[in-house]
C-alpha cells in the first residue's frame, strides 16, 4: 500500500467518526426540542458508532511500537481497553437514563406525539449515513479486514435507524387517525435501541479484552523455538516456524522433515516429543501444532539406489 493510499484510508476512518459526531448532535438537539425520546436514542446510537472507531484508533502506546518494531499486523482492530471501557460506561449509562424514561413514559402515559421534523430529521440522517458508507465501502471494499468491520457496524446503525424510523412513524400516524396505542410505540422504539446500544457497549468491552491483537514474531526472536525443536532426535530440519504473540502467550506453528523411512507412528512420536520440549521449555508457549514431512534432499542429491523401491518407472536408470 503506498503513503498516499494509507492516508486517504486514514481521512475516510476520520471522515466517518467526524460524521456520526455530527449526526450526533444533530439528532441529539432535534430530539431535546421537539421532546423525542426515539430520536434521542438514535443520538446516543450515533455516539455508540463514533466512540467504537475512536476506541479503535486509541492503541496503547506500547502496542502501537511494538507493531511497529515487529512489522507485522494485528489480526483485526481491536479497541484499546482503557478507551473501550470508559466509552462503553459512557454509552450503557445514557441507555441506562434512556430505559428509565421510556418506562416512566409509558407507565404514566406521558407521551407527547412527535411532529414533522423529528421524521424528517431521521430520513436526512440516513440518507447522510448510507452515502458516507458507500464512499467508505468503496475505499477499503467488502473484503478487506477494515471493510467487513464497516458493514457489520452498518448493518447494526441500520437496524436501529429502521427502529426509530417506525416508530416516528407509527406514532405519527396514530395521532393523526386518532389511535393512542400506536403512540407507544415511538417509546418502544426508544427502549429497543437502548437495548441494542447496551449489547453493543458489552460487545465492544469483551472484544477488547479478549481477542487481543496477534503479532507474529520475528526470526530473530523464534530463532530459541527453532533451535530447540532442531536438538529433538529424530528431527532432520524444520522447514517452517511460526511463533504468534498473543498478549504475553506464545503459538507455535511448525513443520518438521524426518526420515522417510520411519512409520507413521514414529514420525508422530519425534512431533510429540519437540512439542512436549516446547512447552516445558518456554512457560509462555501454550499451544504448539507441529506438522509432519518425511526429509526430501532433492536432487542433485539423491542417488538411484534411493528409488530402487520404487515401483514407477524412471527415464535414468
Partial sequence: MTREQDMLRQSTTWLGIVSDVGLAIFKGLVGWIFGSQALLAGALYSTHDAAVSVATKLRLPGTKRRH??????????????????????????????????????????????????????????????ELIFQFQIRQFGREAMEGRRLVESHRHSLFSSVTILVGVAAAMGGHVWDIPALLYLEPIAALIV?????????????????????????????????????????????????????????????????????????????????????????????????QVKPYDAGYPYKSNTEESDNDLPSLLQ
Fill in 68 to 129: 511497529k518494531q515487529e512489522g507485522s499486523r494485528p489480526r483485526q482492530d481491536t479497541a484499546s481497553p482503557l478507551s473501550a471501557i470508559f466509552l462503553s460506561i459512557f454509552l450503557m449509562m445514557g441507555a441506562l437514563q434512556l430505559l428509565i424514561a421510556g418506562i416512566t413514559a409509558i407507565a404514566t402515559s406521558d407521551i407527547t406525539p412527535p411532529e414533522a421534523l423529528p421524521f424528517v430529521s431521521i430520513l436526512f440522517s440516513m440518507a447522510l449515513k
Fill in 194 to 290: 437502548a437495548c441494542h446500544i447496551l449489547l453493543r457497549s458489552y460487545h465492544l468491552v469483551k472484544t477488547s479484552l479478549y481477542d487481543m491483537p496477534v503479532f507474529r514474531m520475528q526470526e530473530e526472536d523464534a530463532a530459541s523455538f527453532i533451535d530447540t525443536v532442531q536438538r529433538v532426535h529424530g528431527v532432520i530440519a524444520v522447514e517452517e516456524l511460526h511463533a504468534l504473540e498473543n498478549g504475553h502467550y506464545v503459538t507455535i506453528n511448525a513443520k518438521i522433515s524426518v526420515n522417510p523411512k520411519i512409520t507413521v507412528l514414529e514420525a508422530n512420536e519425534i512431533a510429540n516429543r519437540a512439542r512436549l520440549l516446547l512447552l516445558n521449555r518456554f512457560p509462555h508457549v501454550i499451544n504448539v501444532r507441529i
